[in-house]
């Protein structure tokens, strides 16, 4: 990628210049505020901390702040172009912290380059942070003061340019070895580049199973060797080997891994074909690597590779690592980050890599798919799943290494991280863990198709559903395969050879028959497999069926209404979605999807079933019955509709807190109410909004999606006396997860509602009766 320089300057100046400000946490609007904010009110904490010195941790930011350190003597590919110089990219590292792990930073660029002056800020300052983050301090000055700051502190200090390069590409190790079938305890592995970055990477690669032995270290004045005193320091004397290579060409021949950490250029086609059978290159010099991805190529067809270019495969970049690292170290209180909490963020990366990929990572970087292999070998750092695996990993490993002052309960801290990630992936993790407790048959008459397939990976694997896929066993096993997924605890029903299929034709001539439909056309019809699977939901083969994702809404919808009736007391089905807003507040719009103009009875309905959808999302229901009139004041016969409405969910419902008709503002804005209506029932602005037809629910979703930055999680079809949900064409199979979530717990209320307290005895007796068994495919 390139870029200009004026388009730089640009984005780092602007009428607010540089790249962070600091937002206060909380409110200082009011002269109580202040006196909160600041003195009286501000002595309280101070004291309990002067008591208690680990409530700093309770009352301040310190667990959540980092300290940038820089001298500026080793900026990027720039050298020693000073503290201030160094700023902005500083600034940047703050960025990234808060972008990928919300870290909040302080950077601090200390205008010495003596490193006793930095270990002295360092010491002084530690009163302030949660932990140190080195930066851009030149060898072997830094390999110094990391170590007498971690032998002088209680907080982590970790030097991201040393260790940083050294995790990211030890994941990437891993893989590779694992994909050219070489046992990491026999490869031979050069270095070229023998700084801070190398000899730490060499050292982590040694942990991971590399012989020291096996290592050869290179650097401007040639191979690393006992005896040799020409630019050595003890750092690089670690490494120093018994022999008589001499040369990185020297060194590179027969060697299965190349590591570069140096320079454009340095590394030739002829040394690559020079290296042992199925090479390993990492060529890391920024921004051009010591090889190209071309070059290497040409020269070598066998050849697994990994540079730091965004444009290039396997991109080894740092932010893979030090946000989501000092994450796990922070929420743990650590004292440190011990070389056991790096070894874990190496392997949940290299464990990450090897999991099905959200589309949602493969649309940021533009493809179609993102599969483990030589051209993907560690995760992408715009993967939102970095944040839940490496940060939990480094946290279990500051535990179990006894540097944690703060333990946590580990699932309950991968949720806490989720959460990180938006407030509907939080939601969903409600629906989740329901659909977790008691997992029910799903089927999926769209089973061929990929998303489908990936989707039903991860509800088995998860445990939250038993997925049940229609389809032709052969296809399906063929594109598992090659997708990598595992159909060991999935059913496959394909429905030409199922021997049930007779049996469900005859049931479905008998539902049909004076519907116009004939015993020939019933054999036809069970070829839909939108009918076939809402067939299998109705005679208990199945608990819930989700498609939808290849075609059209009412191609979906309507088999099923042949074959499963509205929910007794209901004359309608109907659509909803859940609206998370960025200040994450929740909100339950229907009908979005099935009615075009409802009466005032189908309106009741509605708001009935959104409530109740409502409460399966933990939500206490305030429903607001939306018109362009507020109580009245515009007559009309549409106005007058909705009215109706609320009296009839008042005779069904009394305890619900509902009214209307009235605008959308006065729906939301409590105050609206509170000023100017106190005799409305409506308290504490409304959660659910039941809008007056199809139209106006739609366009509102739409807009409040795509030009409010609302997350929507969705649709959800209400009504049905079984389960069966509708996916937006094309969702993606975070969304599908998402949906077949919402249908298990549909199917477990579902139960609960037809067999009363039996429920799950019942459903389980059922179950024995009739469970499908997984179809092992070879």
């Known amino acids: 990628m390139t870029i200009q320089k004026s388009d730089a300057l640009a984005y780092h100046s602007g009428a607010r210049p540089g790249k962070i400000e600091v937002t206060p946490t909380k409110p200082c609007r009011t002269q109580r505020d202040l006196s909160m904010a600041y003195t009286p009110g501000v002595a309280v904490p101070c004291l309990e901390i002067e008591k208690e010195p680990k409530d700093a941790y309770k009352y301040t930011a310190k667990g959540n702040l980092v300290a940038v350190v820089s001298n500026g003597t080793a900026v990027l590919g720039l050298g020693n172009i000073g503290a201030l110089a160094g700023k902005p990219v500083m600034e940047g590292k703050a960025v990234l912290f808060k972008r990928f792990a919300d870290v909040d930073v302080f950077d601090l660029e200390v205008d010495s380059m003596n490193p006793d002056d930095v270990i002295k800020v360092c010491q002084l300052l530690e009163p302030t942070f949660g932990g140190i983050n080195l930066e851009d301090i030149k060898a072997p000055e830094c390999f110094y003061i990391e170590e007498t700051l971690r032998k002088t502190m209680k907080i982590p200090v970790f030097h991201d340019d040393q260790h ?38 060499a050292e982590h690669y040694v942990r991971l199973g590399v012989k020291h032995e096996n290592i050869t270290m290179v650097d401007t004045k040639g191979v690393v060797y006992e005896g040799r005193t020409e ?7 670690r490494f120093a080997q ?129 599969q483990f292999g030589p051209e993907y070998i560690i995760p992408k750092p715009f993967d939102p799943r970095v944040l839940v695996w490496e940060a939990s990993a480094v946290a279990r490993a500051a535990m179990e290494t006894g540097v944690a002052r703060t333990p946590v309960d580990l699932t309950e801290y991968r949720e806490r991280l989720e959460r990180l990630l938006g407030k509907a992936h939080e939601v969903m993790r409600t629906v989740i863990r329901k659909a977790q407790a ?110 939808g994702v290849d075609q059209h809404f009412p191609d979906t919808i309507r088999p099923a209404l042949q074959v499963i009736k509205p929910r007794p007391g209901l004359h309608r089905v109907s659509g909803l979605y859940v609206l998370v807003t960025r200040r994450g507040d929740m909100y339950f719009l229907a009908d979005c999807t099935v009615n075009i103009e409802p ?45 109706q409405a609320v009296q009839l969910v008042h005779k069904a419902d009394p305890a619900l807190m509902i009214d209307g008709e009235m605008m959308a503002d006065t729906a939301v804005v409590p105050e609206i109410i509170a000023e100017t209506y106190p005799f409305s029932s409506l308290r504490g602005g409304a959660n659910v909004l039941i809008f007056p037809d199809l139209t106006s629910a739609n366009t509102c979703y739409k807009l409040l999606a795509r030009i409010g930055g609302a997350e929507a999680i969705g649709p959800i079809l209400m009504g049905m006396s079984k389960p069966v949900h509708v996916l937006q064409r094309g969702a993606e199979v ?45």
């Open 164 to 201: 940083g390069t050294a995790i990211i590409t030890g994941a990437a190790l891993l893989n590779a070895l694992e994909i050219v079938g070489k046992p990491i305890e026999k490869v031979r592995v050069v270095f070229n580049g023998s700084g801070a970055s190398g000899i730490a990477t």
């Open 242 to 370: 018994k022999t008589n290579l001499r040369t990185l060409a020297d060194a590179v021949k027969d060697a299965d891994v190349f590591v570069g950490l140096s320079v454009k250029g340095a590394f030739t086609q002829e040394m690559l074909r020079s290296m042992a059978a199925r090479p390993i290159v990492f060529a890391m010099a920024n921004p051009d690597p010591e090889i190209t991805y071309e070059d290497a190529l040409a020269a070598r067809q066998d050849v697994l590779m990994c540079t730091g270019r965004t444009d290039y495969p396997n991109q080894v970049n740092n932010v893979l690592g030090f946000p989501f690292i000092f994450r796990g170290a922070l929420d743990v209180h650590a004292t440190a980050i011990n070389e056991e909490m790096k070894l874990a963020a190496t392997k949940a990366l290299a464990a990450l890599a090897k999991e099905d990929v959200p589309d949602s990572v493969c649309h940021a970087y533009g493809v179609e798919r993102i």
């Open 438 to 547: 008691r997992p029910r048959r799903v089927v999926f008459p769209e089973g061929e198709h990929e998303k489908i397939l990936r989707a039903a990976h991860i509800l088995a694997d998860e445990k939250i559903a038993q997925p049940i896929l229609l389809g032709d066993e052969r296809i399906i096993g063929a594109k598992a395969k090659d997708l990598g997924v595992g159909l060991e605890k999935i059913a496959v029903v394909n429905p030409q050879a199922w021997p049930k299929r007779e049996a469900y034709i005859n049931t479905l001539y008998e539902l049909r028959r004076r519907h116009g439909v004939t015993l020939t056309e019933a054999h036809e019809l069970i070829n839909n497999r939108n009918l076939l699977g809402s067939m299998m939901v109705h005679l208990g083969d199945a608990d819930a069926l989700v498609g």
């Open 599 to 643: 009466s005032a009875e189908d309106l009741a309905e509605i708001a009935l079933c959104a409530a109740e959808t409502a409460r399966r999302f933990n939500v206490a229901p305030r429903v607001a019955m939306l018109s362009f009139s507020n109580f009245g004041s515009t007559p009309h016969p549409l106005t007058e509709k909705v009215r």
């Open 231 to 237: 630019g050595m320091n003890p750092y690089k004397a």
């Open 734 to 778: 975070e969304e599908i997860v998402n949906i077949a979530a919402i249908a298990v717990v549909d199917a477990q209320e579902t139960e609960v509602r037809v067999n009363g307290g039996a429920g799950k005895k019942a459903s389980a007796a059922a179950e024995d009766k009739a469970k499908l068994q997984p179809v092992h495919l070879e």
